[in-house]
C-alpha cells in the first residue's frame, strides 16, 4: 500500500496506476480537509464486490465459513478434471 498526497500522486499519475494494476497494489491519495481517496484496480474492486456479495446473507455466511472450516480440518475430496 502506498499513501501519497495529491501533488506526489499526480506528478507520478502513470506510474502510480501502473502499480495499482500491474502489482495490485493500493494507493492512498491524501487531500486537504481530510477527503482521502482509494485507488484499486477494477479487478480487486470486482472481487470485493463479489465477496460483500456473499457474505451480505447470514445463512451463506455460516455456509462458506463452515465449508472452509471442514476443509482446513482435511474434511474434502479431490477429484481428476476431465478433459474433453
Do not use: C, P
Amino acid at each position: 500500500m502506498q499513501v501519497l498526497n495529491y501533488t506526489d500522486f499526480r506528478k507520478n499519475l502513470r506510474e502510480k496506476f501502473d502499480d495499482v494494476t500491474d502489482n495490485g497494489d493500493t494507493v492512498i491519495v491524501n487531500r486537504t480537509d481530510n477527503k482521502a481517496v482509494v485507488i484499486l484496480s477494477l479487478t480487486e474492486y470486482n472481487s470485493w464486490i463479489e465477496t460483500m456479495h456473499l457474505l451480505r446473507s447470514e445463512k451463506n455466511r455460516q455456509r462458506l465459513l463452515n465449508a472452509i472450516s471442514r476443509s482446513e480440518e482435511g474434511d474434502h475430496q479431490s477429484h481428476d478434471l476431465i478433459e474433453e
